[in-house]
């Protein structure tokens, strides 16, 4: 089992920055794949960026050149920095977990929200 905790978000003006932290606990965090997905109101959830256990990335086209994604495994965490926000990034933002192996995030984070207004 992986516990994930989520902190970070909030409300920013268009183009301002935002960064979000995910802290894993309950195994080891060095073995799992950590994604970010958002959810924004009237629309299903869509991924955004995930990190591998060595540190290779993959994001949405929508974010790639403004959010970063990276991870400390010495902290256990994950983080997405989001620069240049638009309203359009309005969301709730969760972080998960899944193993190498394992196609299927397995383990979510409770979502936090970040809004940017225009």
């Known amino acids: 089992q992986v516990q994930l905790v989520q902190s970070g978000g909030g409300l920013v003006q268009t183009g301002g920055s935002l960064r979000l932290s995910c802290a894993a606990s309950?195994?080891?965090?060095?073995?799992?794949?950590m994604g970010w997905f958002r959810q924004a109101p009237g629309k299903e959830r869509e991924f955004v960026a995930s990190?591998?256990?060595?540190?290779?990335?993959t994001y949405t086209d929508s974010v790639k050149g403004r959010f970063t994604i990276s991870r400390d495994n010495a902290k256990n965490t994950v983080y997405l920095e989001m620069n240049s926000l638009k309203p359009e990034d309005t969301a709730v933002y969760y972080c998960?977990?899944?193993?190498?192996?394992?196609?299927?995030?397995?383990?979510w984070g409770p979502g936090t929200q970040v809004t940017v207004s225009s």
């Open positions: 990190i591998s256990s060595t540190g290779g990335d």
């Open positions: 309950g195994s080891i965090f060095s073995l799992y794949v």
């Open positions: 998960a977990a899944r193993r190498s192996h394992i196609s299927k995030y397995q383990y």
